[in-house]
């Protein structure tokens, strides 16, 4: 009998998945054939590959096309090549798109209540009370803070160097913005610096690298949206456990002589406001913005304070890592961009501070073409909601459907960039970019929804590059490689399988 109603259950999965794979014909949106009940999203269930990967594949495959289609299971995305249509997802229709397409079950996972994935109005006024948080005025202390995490970073690098140990340069990146992201969010040493087995870094893992496990089940509920609407992750008590356990440690030691003004302390004034409120996205029927108001409870709080650390550390130590790797292979171009760093230090008294590290064009430079090159997010998602028609292509996207933009597809088009696979940081030369369409750069996204936090994770990088390549040079090891490779079981945030192995020489000067 089991036997009879599994099969049974097969077939009529089967025809189901069929009737459904008629989004893109009949709006002649050109696709790749999918599979019956996979679509084209098998490579990712089985973590041979990640979405975002495919989405850029596609982006590659059909040159010609604005739009292309994607089968996630059953569930359709519209992959968006053109930047002029994606200049109106992102931004001059974005009341039609206003959510990202990473969505959960927050009464299961109360994490997801962040500014990251939390959806319209309540995005809209949780993020117009963290803006400030990332003020110049706020980020020029959050840099004497940064500061102060290097010392720990170039006394590890000193060892590595006096051994001439290979390490990855990935794993050492993780542990300082660990460090930076625990002083400027929280006001404390998380002391991952002197730990290559850091909690953090475990945390990080189980964070953005999805088990054999986690991968099968996530790609159960990618192919039957319908049956399950609302994708369910695995709980995560341990680490909202964690993040209250260092919440409360930190909390039981402020007082009003201790506090550094950093994140948690404006998260723990908005707690005590209690009610958040604002303007809705929506009109009333006298065309007057609608009032809105959220509680800013302690879910809410630590959700904020989540995201700020998970996002903020992982983002940032990939862009540093890569750029370190490339910078091996790159000595011309190191060679210059240490010359930059030895005068505009000799100009500031020998120190790392907000001005020195804004005169760094050249460093900046080098950040921004890691983040090209080796974008985190190397997609977009959004969600479609409300029904939009695609301008010149008649083309309309129903309300609910997920829109893709192929952030690594567009930085790596030679349409775009000569020679865009070149390492090469004078593309952002002020030059070069100013006649460049905005929409070819998206690292952080662009639009109302553009990564709050942008400025201070460039900020971050170009700290420790900094004072890595004042005191030493960077070389490739003997297991370096030239060519890496993505982990296909990266989640959210794209990762380098195998890492990424350097060594360090104390410079001459």
Not at 228 to 250: L, W
Request: include cysteine.
């Amino acid at each position: 009998m089991f036997i009879i109603l599994f099969t049974i259950s097969v077939v009529l999965c089967y025809f189901y998945s069929l009737r459904q794979f008629n989004y893109f014909s009949k709006k002649h949106i050109k696709y790749d054939r999918p599979l019956p009940i996979f679509g084209n999203h098998l490579q990712v269930v089985f973590s041979k590959k990640t979405e975002d990967e495919m989405l850029n594949a596609l982006y590659k495959k059909y040159p010609n096309e604005k739009v292309v289609g994607y089968y996630k299971g059953t569930k359709p995305i519209v992959v968006i090549r053109d930047l002029e249509i994606i200049k109106h997802v992102l931004s001059l229709n974005f009341l039609e798109f206003t959510d990202r397409s990473l969505q959960s079950n927050t009464k299961i996972d109360p994490l997801m209540r962040n500014i990251f994935t939390e959806v319209g109005d309540t995005w809209k006024i949780t993020r117009n009370y963290l803006t400030p948080a990332f003020s110049s005025s706020k980020l020029k202390k959050m840099v004497a803070l940064i500061v102060d995490c290097t010392h720990k970073l170039v006394n590890v690098a000193h060892n590595l160097a006096l051994e001439e140990k290979e390490f990855d340069a990935c794993n050492l990146s993780a542990r300082f913005t660990i460090d930076v992201i625990g002083a400027c969010g929280f006001g404390i040493d998380m002391k991952s610096m002197n730990n290559e087995h850091s909690l953090f870094l475990h945390l990080r893992d189980i964070l953005f690298i999805k088990s054999k496990m986690r991968s099968l089940i996530s790609g159960f509920y990618d192919l039957f949206p319908n049956i399950f609407p609302k994708r369910m992750r695995f709980k995560r008590s341990n680490v909202q456990q964690i993040i209250k356990k260092i919440f409360d440690s930190v909390c039981s030691q402020k007082t009003d002589d201790t506090r550094t003004d950093d994140f948690l302390d404006m998260m723990l004034k908005l707690r005590q406001i209690g009610k958040l409120s604002g303007d809705s996205m929506e009109v009333d029927e006298n065309g007057k913005k609608k009032k809105v108001e959220i509680e800013f409870d302690e879910d809410r709080m630590l959700a904020q304070l989540y995201i700020f650390f998970v996002a903020g550390f992982e983002t940032s130590s990939t862009v540093m890592g890569y750029a370190m790797h490339q910078l091996a292979y790159h000595p011309e171009i190191q060679i210059e961009v240490q010359q930059e760093i030895d005068e505009i230090l000799a100009k500031n008294d020998n120190k790392l501070c907000y001005q020195s590290l804004s005169e760094m064009n050249l460093l900046e430079q080098v950040t921004k073409e890691a983040l090209r090159l080796f974008p985190p997010g190397a997609a977009l998602g959004r969600i479609c909601t409300k029904d939009f028609v695609i301008p010149e292509l008649n083309i309309l996207i129903e309300a609910g459907t997920t829109v893709g933009i192929p952030v690594y597809g567009i930085q790596t088009d030679p349409q775009f960039f000569e020679n865009p696979l070149k390492f090469n940081p004078k593309r952002f030369s002020h030059e070069a970019s100013q006649n460049r369409h905005k929409y070819v750069f998206l690292p952080f996204g662009e639009g109302p929804r553009k990564c709050i936090g942008a400025r201070f994770g460039t900020l971050i990088v170009m700290a420790g590059l900094a004072v890595v390549l004042e005191k030493f040079t960077i070389k490739s090891s003997p297991s370096s490689t030239i060519n890496i490779k993505v982990n296909p079981a990266s989640y959210v945030v794209q990762s380098i399988e195998g890492g990424l192995p350097v060594q360090l020489n104390l410079r001459k000067k």
